[in-house]
T-cell receptor, first 112, second 112 residues
């Protein structure tokens, strides 16, 4: 048990478009999900904490209007990168908590 | 603030033991984790240790915790080429359910 999926696994988009990434806990309910970003050869950096039914809490330096997070149910959280720019190209990973944290496989975003 | 430090690279020969070291700064950390990340993939939880333990063994993996020195290590016995990956040390500063703080990751390269 404790499987977390992400969709899509990778996406290429044009600059200025918006991209939605889904994070699902497949076999458990997660009241809290986290969104991380990983730049090449660097560690994961927490972007925001998402609690079901409430507004996400963003880390310092993360623009909440650019990275929209919705956590509408106990098994689904979405991250929408609005008006994406090349500097938003990164590996986005979500995690869901069930005692421990379980990570999704990640979504690689490339903005041209 | 919290900080987790790891050496960046480790190279070993197949069959040897690998030891990956990590230091952390938050003495109130309750859980310390080791994650494995294969190229282009998400994080896989390898093992974790509770802060009141000194050692935990799980098959080929041995975790040692020196709480006084805030030092954590992961030993992989009989290292195989399939163990080649990036290994992240992570801590939870207070209680389960909060975000992890990651080190930058140690790239383990196993040669045959």
């Amino acid at each position: 048990g404790a499987v977390v999926s992400q969709h899509p696994s990778w996406v290429i988009c044009k600059s200025g478009t918006s991209v939605k990434i889904e994070c699902r806990s497949l076999d458990f309910q997660a009241t809290t999900m986290f969104w991380y970003r990983q730049f090449p050869k660097q560690s994961l950096m927490l972007m925001a904490t998402s609690n079901e039914g409430s507004k996400a809490t963003y880390e310092q330096g993360v623009e909440k209007d650019k990275f929209l997070i919705n956590h509408a149910s106990l098994t689904l959280s979405t991250l929408t990168v609005t008006s994406a720019h090349p500097e938003d190209s990164s590996f986005y990973i979500c995690s869901a908590t069930k005692g421990d944290q379980y990570f999704g496989p990640g979504t690689r975003l490339l903005v041209l | 603030g919290e900080d987790v430090e790891q050496s960046l690279f480790l190279s070993v020969r197949e069959g040897d033991s690998s030891v990956i070291n990590c230091t952390y700064t938050d003495s109130s950390s309750t859980y310390l984790y080791w994650y494995k990340q294969e190229p282009g993939a998400g994080l896989q939880l390898l093992t974790y240790i509770f802060s009141n333990m000194d050692m935990k063994q799980d098959q080929r993996l041995t975790v040692l915790l020196n709480k006084k020195d805030k030092h954590l290590s992961l030993r992989i016995a009989d290292t195989q080429t399939g163990d080649s990956a990036i290994y992240f040390c992570a801590e939870i500063p207070n209680q389960a359910g909060t975000a992890l703080i990651f080190g930058k990751g140690t790239t383990l390269s196993v040669s045959s």
